[in-house]
């Protein structure tokens, strides 16, 4: 047995030992013990150094609030650093670290930092390294020489770069009702609201529900406190109505009682199960909530108050009572009300010498007197302790008579040995969940706490949350609390178990501070002392929002839970007014530190989803490359050994040009308008006429937005009186059908249209090139295909080896052209029909790289033009804006700055050095590549034109018509790419349109 | 009649995966429905086409939003204002609505090459649906024969209950595979099976 | 937040997109009054409080709603098909140049 383990008692399980690591040293535990408990019980009381001073740190609590012994755990090459030891549960082959020492916890070079301490003080920062540069040393530059030193100084644990392998999920549930916490309240509410039939969750943030209860010397209904509370569970369990979340700590209270809460599912274990996630995020969403959180017990701010052996009082109560590990074996207790009596009583009966209790109060009640007397060697009421002894552990304490109605200490100190010291100094409601679904917090003088406020979303609060601390308040608001959130007729709180408990006074003496020399420390996690308030105060920062940020309390990762209080009434006395003006900070998501990993869940990486068109395996099995296209997936090019992207491409775009290629066109975007009102309804939205177009035939449309530019274009296609099929470009397709349903919903609720998404029931293939047809003719049944059969713009239905098709031909490429749409379900079996079809005529399939080449020789226009700050005008397309009827953005796009003359306009550019061209690189008139100035435009798109045998780009020119046959310069600086240019017609190639009409 | 090319095909696993030492907590399927149709109708003509629904594919579909018929051969739900979703294990339904809805009813839209039929089902249906849809998913909130549409990021999803512990959920082809593939990523925890 | 939607229930605000602000009306179709078209595209109210805002149920049932927001407190007050109330938009109109 180990040095601190106590003979008998506690919850842990001591026929089990576990095995696990600490700084490379092997220790043992039981099963049931928290990394904390399990180190104290090997005698380990030096857990980390201090953030700032490096001071040496102990174990100040026994759960959540824990500000001092972080520690890092390493699984594999992964860190997760921060963690508080209270809160780890042991198991065999956990590896954890001390934090923020150098080189070893015990020989810390930083602590020489306390020597400087005066210098350290709050503000440090920006005293020491902002403001005006003067001289080498100064300022932002001294800052900019020391970074390196003080950020390896200054910290907490560093985390890993080794990925993350774990799992990480999430999880949406509903409920009737959400209780918070497990101890005797949240129980009963829980037990409550089930039997009504309510839908109930639990969520308990330790391993074992039953909170209080399974620490305190209490008997409820006739057994002790644990016993019950384990009994409760199991009749908990057993319910179908009730989800128990164990290890699931409840973070953020949102709007629309929504509760953000992660579940360590298997943090305690030491292998995952098989698709097991390490953390689950739960995002419930519960008719009411019931706030059974408890309180936190608050330490005294007193000089050496953060020495190796200080303790919180009730910290102390749980380590003997439920991990049966006492934290001394001489032990003196400090403070300021009855409830520390408690861990007296507790620890000497497990065998420590309780050596004094020093009690700020004179007067105390008869029930912490009965106490004392019976256990404690001496009973120093009106005393405080002004100083511990020691190094890296309490070795004795310094006490001085202490008046609490001028909070000073009189008289002489003197020493009492102890390894060590407990301290209370009242208890916190543990009110953040509900403050942040609340109104401001209400200060209790008698208390000197803050309770709950005033909701503002549906929840209740029972137990010690509302500042009832007896187990037999907290079981009976705890019934009443359940009862009402789900709605039961029936609260008949007859027959509530019964708590046989002392009967010690909650109210603690309105004393947080000792004033004597020394550090006193404040926020222990962040280094900050009651000195540091005090100067912040001098310096002129009376709110208290600023406080907190200025001396950084209660700002560390246990976001003060041990120091806000405390850090408050600091500054209320320093300002000089009652606690309640001062007002206290908000309580703001998270309660508790939460995972990034569980935030992200399956927002990461490579399970991203994926658009994959019909015909995606053929790609991939054919050699395309593919190249993301927002979450699609599109071929780019289908390269041969050997090739360059540019000689895949330019391979394809001639083979297209002089026979025939296939391309992949599933991705552009397609709605099914249908209805009585389909035509009149595309007349309001494209800029050209529709109504006129015969069934059976397709168009080129523009849509402009409200204000007059451009939004998309495509085809549609007009299959029967009242059923259109409409294309749109494959980066607008949500965008355009937003828009249209927008326009039906709310400004033409009278048209009978319905707009449908198909963009998934088509699959799509271009076959372009001389010799598009005459694959087709070789393919198509039930359909001819010729000229006369279909012409440009023409429509036909007809079957590909029996799967049926439509073909519409148009053409992106200039060249003949057809689009083929069969059933998606049938697209690979089209395609490979197709190709070997094409087979004897040198047919090809083409990627993004050469559709992209052939549509700028071309001339035609994409997303890269059509880019929200191009006009119908811009683009050279005028020609289609109706003037016979108005349509979305007609009334504005002839506003004055819309026509100017210097807009920037669609033009064609040649290199004239040879040399490839980048979109995004800028034209500018100057010869000067040094400094380049005086942008008149910028390039959209490039490429390697086989037709020109140039390097040839489409750019947005000011007052770019006017410009053609001018020369000017690409300047792409960040390329380093500057040379000559010419400005020319978009139309590259072919402006009559005759290869396409042929 | 060619068949339907599966977009599930390469990631089709079928056997037990995951932890199913202790059962089989869902079983995830393909149900490859011959036809899946909606039908719209125009404001003040919804009981038409229910009327529809009944005499083309003999169900009845309850009032009130997402009301549905449940069925193994045929089922049918409401997914949104004045629209349903109509499926069949034959093929050619679409054509069998456009005989018999009239323009001044409603709108029939063919998307059986268009969405992808997924079903779910078993125990932990519930909680593996949990993890991607935000909507109550117990039987009191989601009884048996509803529809719901819903979403995950881009995952846009219609869902019928088809029995206590039966889902079967519509999702666009093109997404088919990720989400497929998520959704066996997702029962690993629970052990699935492909069948 | 949580947003009612009237056909498919109490929805995660995830599910919805903001169409904008609910008290415009779109001028005549041939109507000339650049002012009229300016504060129909343009001008947007910002109230600290209630608020008529337009919702698109993108990720559910896709309707278009008229949603009675308050911009302070995210309490959503109101909400109807956009659909049902487009007969009765006139209600909301309000003059050239006012604010909130």
Avoid at chain 1, 8 to 29: K, L, P, V
């Amino acid at each position: 047995m180990s040095p601190r383990r106590a003979t008998a008692g506690g919850r842990i399980d001591r026929q089990r030992t576990i095995r696990f690591t600490f700084d490379g040293h092997q220790f043992t535990g039981h099963a049931g013990d928290t990394l904390a408990s399990a180190l104290l019980a090997n005698g380990v009381t030096l857990f980390g150094r201090s953030f700032k001073y490096h001071r040496p740190r102990g174990v100040m609590t026994a759960g959540v609030n824990e500000p001092n012994a972080l520690v890092t755990i390493v699984n594999g090459g992964v860190r997760e650093p921060n963690i508080p030891a209270t809160t780890v549960e042991i198991f065999d082959g956990l590896t954890a670290e001390s934090q923020n020492r150098f080189p070893t916890l015990s020989y810390d070079i930083g602590a020489l930092n306390q020597l400087g301490g005066r210098l350290l003080s709050a503000g440090f920062y920006y005293k020491t390294f902002m403001g005006p540069v003067i001289g080498p040393l100064k300022g932002t530059r001294l800052w900019m020489a020391c970074e390196y030193f003080i950020r390896r100084a200054a910290g907490l644990g560093s985390a890993g770069l080794e990925k993350d392998p774990a799992r990480y999920e999430r999880m949406n549930a509903f409920c009737d009702v959400l209780v918070v916490g497990s101890g005797p309240a949240g129980l009963m509410a829980a037990q409550a609201a089930a039997e009504s039939g309510a839908r109930v969750i639990l969520a308990e943030l330790e391993a074992v529900p039953g909170g209080s209860a399974n620490w305190s010397d209490e008997a409820i209904d006739g057994m002790p406190a644990a016993k019950w509370a384990s009994s409760a569970v199991g009749k908990l369990k057993a319910l179908e109505n009730v989800r128990l979340l164990p290890r699931t700590t409840v973070w953020g209270y949102y709007d629309d009682n929504t509760l953000a809460a992660v579940e360590r599912v298997t943090d305690h274990k030491s292998a995952p199960a098989k698709g097991e996630p390490r953390h689950r995020h739960w995002t419930i969403r519960a008719q009411t909530v019931v706030l059974a959180t408890g309180a936190l017990e608050r330490p005294l701010v007193f000089p050496g108050n953060d020495r190796p052996g200080v303790m919180l009082a009730d910290a102390a109560r749980r380590y003997v009572n439920q991990f049966g590990v006492l934290p001394g074996e001489k032990i003196a207790i400090f403070t300021n009300n009855d409830s520390a009596y408690r861990a007296a009583h507790a620890l000497k009966k497990a065998g420590a010498a309780i050596v004094a209790i020093i009690d700020l109060r004179r007067e105390v009640s008869d029930a912490a007197r009965q106490i004392a007397a019976s256990v404690v060697g001496e009973h120093l009421t009106g005393h405080a302790v002004v100083a511990t002894e020691g190094g890296k552990q309490v070795s004795g304490i310094k006490v001085q008579p202490f008046d609490i109605a001028t909070a000073s200490v009189s008289g002489d100190p003197r020493s009492l040995h102890a390894d060590c010291l407990l301290v209370s100094g009242g208890w916190s409601p543990t009110i953040h969940l509900a403050s942040q679904a609340g109104l401001k917090p209400v200060w209790i003088e008698q208390l000197q706490a803050f309770l709950p406020p005033q909701p503002t979303q549906k929840w209740l609060a029972a137990g010690a949350i509302t500042g009832s601390f007896s187990t037999q308040e907290a079981i009976s608001q705890g019934h009443a609390a359940g009862a009402k959130a789900a709605d039961s007729k029936s609260a008949e709180p007859g027959d509530l178990p019964i708590a046989d408990a002392d009967s010690l006074d909650p109210c603690p003496a309105p004393i947080f501070e000792i004033k004597a020399p020394g550090k006193a420390f404040v926020d222990h996690q962040h280094d900050v002392t009651a000195d540091d308030v005090r100067l912040a105060h001098r310096e002129g920062f009376v709110s208290v929002e600023h406080l907190k940020r200025y001396t950084t309390l209660g700002m560390a990762t246990d976001q003060g839970k041990t120091s806000n209080v405390p850090g408050l009434a600091i500054m209320a006395e320093t300002l000089g007014k009652p606690i309640p003006e001062v007002g206290t900070t908000r309580f703001r998501p998270p309660f508790a530190p939460v995972s990034v990993g569980a935030l992200a869940a399956e927002r990461y990486g490579d399970i991203r989803p994926e658009r994959l068109t019909p015909m995606h395996d053929w790609h991939v099995e054919n050699g395309a490359t593919l190249y993301a296209a927002g979450l699609w997936h599109r071929p780019m090019i289908y390269g041969l050994a050997g090739e360059t992207v540019e000689q895949a491409y330019v391979r394809e775009t001639k083979a297209v040009r002089g026979g025939v290629g296939l391309v992949d066109v599933s991705t552009l975007g397609k709605i099914a308008v249908q209805g009585p009102d389909a035509a009149a309804f595309l007349d309001r939205v494209y800029t050209n006429m529709f109504s006129t177009l015969a069934v059976g035939k397709a168009r080129y449309g523009l849509m402009l937005r409200e204000d007059g530019f451009v939004l998309d274009d495509g085809t549609t296609w007009r299959l029967g009186e009242h059923d259109f099929l409409m294309t749109t470009t494959t980066a607008n397709a949500g965008k355009v059908m937003q828009h249209l349903e927008y326009l039906l919903d709310v400004v033409w609720p009278e048209l009978r249209v319905h707009l449908t998404s198909v963009t998934d029931q088509w699959a799509g293939a271009a076959i372009s090139g001389p010799k598009s047809r005459e694959v087709l003719a070789a393919c198509v049944t039930g359909t001819a295909v010729d000229n006369d059969a279909l012409p440009f713009m023409g429509i036909v239905h007809g079957e590909i080896d029996g799967a049926p098709v439509m073909i519409c031909r148009l053409s992106f490429s200039g060249e003949l052209a057809y689009e083929v749409y069969c059933g998606a379900g049938h697209g690979t079996h089209v395609w490979a029909t197709l190709m070997k079809g094409g087979e004897n005529f040198g047919i090809v399939p083409y990627g993004l790289e050469a559709l992209g080449t052939m549509r700028i020789e071309k001339g035609h226009v994409t997303g890269a033009e059509i880019d929200g700050r191009t006009t119908a005008r811009d683009l050279h397309l005028d020609w289609m804006l109706s003037k016979k009827k108005p349509f979305i953005g007609s009334a504005m796009m002839d506003r004055e700055g819309l026509l100017a003359e210097d807009r920037l306009q669609l033009v064609g550019i040649i290199s004239l050095d040879n040399r490839p061209l980048n979109g995004g690189a800028h034209i500018v008139e100057h010869l000067d590549e040094a400094n380049p100035h005086g942008s008149i435009g910028h390039l959209t798109a490039a490429c390697y034109s086989p037709v020109l045998g140039r390097y040839i780009g489409l750019a947005l020119v000011s007052g770019g018509k006017a410009r053609h046959g001018s020369r000017a310069f690409v300047s792409d600086p960040l390329r380093r790419r500057f040379g000559p240019i010419e400005i020319v017609s978009h139309h590259f190639y072919d402006p009559e349109g005759s290869r396409m009409h042929g | 009649m060619v068949e339907q090319e599966s977009p599930l095909k390469p990631v089709w696993q079928p056997g037990s995966h995951g932890n199913f030492a202790a059962g089989i907590g869902v079983y995830l399927s393909e149900s490859a429905p011959g036809s899946i149709v909606q039908l719209a109708a125009w404001a003040g003509k919804e009981k038409a086409v229910l009327q529809a629904i009944k005499a083309v594919a003999g169900l009845k579909l309850p009032d009130g939003a997402g009301g549905g018929a449940p069925g193994e051969a045929r089922a049918a739900f409401g997914f949104a204002p004045g629209k349903f979703l109509v499926i069949d294990e034959q093929e050619g339904l679409a054509e069998r609505f456009t005989q018999a809805l009239d323009i001044e009813t409603g709108t029939v839209t063919d998307l059986s090459h268009g969405r992808t039929a997924i079903r779910i089902a078993g125990p932990k249906a519930e909680w593996v649906l949990s993890k991607f849809f935000a909507i109550d998913f117990s039987a009191t909130a989601f009884p048996i024969g509803a529809g719901r549409s819903t979403v995950h990021h881009e995952i846009f999803v219609h869902i019928q209950r088809s029995a206590p512990t039966q889902f079967e959920l519509y999702v666009f082809r093109s997404f088919a595979r990720s989400f497929w593939q998520a959704l066996c990523r997702a029962s690993e925890e629970v052990g699935y099976e492909v069948q | 937040m949580l947003i009612t939607c009237p056909y498919c229930g109490p929805r995660n605000v995830s599910e919805y997109t903001y169409q904008g602000d609910g008290n415009r009306t779109r001028p005549d179709p041939a109507s000339t009054d650049q002012a009229a078209w300016n504060e129909y595209v343009y001008d947007r109210l910002n109230p600290a409080g209630d608020h008529h805002e337009i919702w698109q149920h993108s990720g559910g049932c896709r309707a278009h709603l008229r949603v009675t927001r308050n911009t302070l407190t995210h309490v959503v007050t109101e909400v109807s098909f956009a659909r049902d109330a487009g007969h009765r938009k006139s209600e909301r109109h309000r003059k050239p140049g006012a604010h909130a």
